[in-house]
């Protein structure tokens, strides 16, 4: 899947979730984990270095542990490193209230823009079991075609961690059109789950079928909806779009990604366009 797995840390204790979300998908993957922490004069004095080393040292390498001073923005740097190795996935906390979170409002969003490029985020309430991932991976759509284009994504993701696929999308009866019925929403995205079984995990006209499994949910918030059946089917991890603006119900945008982010109790694998 990936040749390295890069996780930008900031000294917090919240922060090293993303790491061992990251040392887990490493694991699976065989592919190099490396720590990234950019650190400012007065970081010294404080001994946040240290505090990232030792953090890290318990899973990471030390020569796989880079320290170096902030250049620009936290999110440019974090790019920059990410460019260095072809096939790279950055796994950050998103909410971490630690120096790099008080650079930027949400560096997060800003390295997701930055490097367009899928991000797994894990929120602050986000506690991984050992044998993580063991659920289903939950994809997230409103119709759209952008919104959709994540599914060939997921469906990878699904067949090289060995879990099932649920898709799911929100109906808000009252931001329906009166012109379009909800049941036209329910057969989408069942159309959507039996055109991934039939295109296999890549979407590219592999043999190789997927099992697919979807449902309607029904609320006035779409956010709230996704992370309590996330939490109900016990979903290894989220996956969307971080808008999808041509949906009926314009559900899947970027506001609904980022609380869903900061809700959920697993990771997020989200995307820009």
Same mark, same amino acid.
């Given at each position: 899947?990936?040749?390295?797995?890069?996780?930008?840390?900031?000294?917090?204790?919240? %922060?090293?979730?993303?790491?061992?979300?990251?040392?887990?998908?490493? #694991? #699976?993957?065989?592919?190099?984990?490396?720590?990234?922490?950019?650190?400012?004069?007065? /970081?010294?004095?404080?001994?946040?270095?240290?505090?990232?080393?030792?953090?890290?040292? #318990?899973?990471?390498?030390?020569?796989?542990?880079?320290?170096?001073?902030?250049?620009?923005?936290?999110?440019?740097?974090?790019?920059?490193?990410?460019?260095?190795?072809?096939?790279?996935?950055?796994? !950050?906390?998103?909410?971490? =209230?630690?120096?790099?979170?008080?650079?930027?409002?949400?560096?997060?969003?800003?390295?997701?823009?930055?490097?367009?490029? @899928?991000?797994?985020?894990?929120?602050?309430?986000?506690?991984?079991?050992?044998?993580?991932?063991?659920? @289903?991976? !939950?994809?997230?759509? /409103?119709?759209?075609?952008?919104?959709?284009?994540?599914?060939?994504?997921?469906?990878?993701?699904?067949?090289?961690?060995?879990? @099932?696929?649920?898709?799911?999308?929100?109906? /808000?009866?009252?931001?329906?059109?009166?012109?379009?019925?909800?049941?036209?929403?329910?057969?989408?995205?069942?159309?959507?789950?039996?055109?991934?079984?039939?295109?296999?995990?890549?979407?590219?006209?592999?043999?190789?079928?997927?099992?697919?499994?979807?449902? %309607?949910?029904?609320?006035?918030?779409?956010? #709230?909806?996704?992370?309590?059946?996330?939490?109900?089917?016990?979903?290894?991890?989220?996956?969307? %779009?971080?808008?999808?603006?041509?949906?009926?119900? =314009?559900?899947?945008?970027?506001?609904?990604? !980022?609380?869903?982010?900061?809700?959920?109790?697993?990771?997020?694998?989200?995307?820009? @366009?």
């Amino acid at each position: 899947m990936f040749d390295r797995i890069l996780v930008p840390l900031d000294g917090t204790d919240v %922060a090293t979730n993303a790491l061992v979300a990251g040392d887990h998908l490493a #694991k #699976k993957w065989g592919c190099q984990l490396e720590v990234l922490y950019l650190t400012r004069t007065f /970081d010294e004095s404080l001994g946040i270095d240290h505090i990232v080393r030792e953090q890290a040292g #318990k899973m990471v390498d030390a020569e796989h542990v880079v320290i170096q001073p902030l250049q620009y923005s936290v999110a440019d740097d974090i790019a920059q490193h990410f460019d260095k190795v072809p096939n790279t996935l950055v796994v !950050m906390n998103t909410e971490a =209230r630690g120096r790099i979170a008080a650079v930027l409002d949400n560096v997060a969003e800003e390295v997701l823009r930055t490097i367009r490029q @899928p991000l797994l985020l894990l929120g602050n309430g986000v506690e991984l079991d050992e044998d993580w991932p063991t659920g @289903p991976i !939950m994809v997230c759509t /409103d119709g759209s075609d952008f919104a959709e284009s994540i599914g060939p994504l997921a469906a990878t993701w699904a067949r090289e961690l060995g879990q @099932p696929l649920m898709l799911v999308t929100v109906i /808000d009866t009252s931001a329906v059109p009166p012109d379009i019925s909800p049941v036209s929403e329910i057969n989408a995205v069942a159309n959507f789950a039996r055109d991934l079984e039939t295109s296999g995990a890549t979407g590219s006209g592999s043999a190789t079928a997927l099992a697919v499994n979807y449902d %309607a949910l029904h609320g006035d918030n779409p956010s #709230k909806a996704i992370v309590d059946y996330a939490d109900a089917i016990d979903a290894s991890m989220i996956v969307m %779009a971080t808008h999808g603006r041509s949906g009926l119900r =314009r559900a899947v945008y970027g506001s609904v990604a !980022m609380d869903v982010i900061r809700h959920a109790d697993c990771p997020v694998l989200v995307r820009r @366009p």
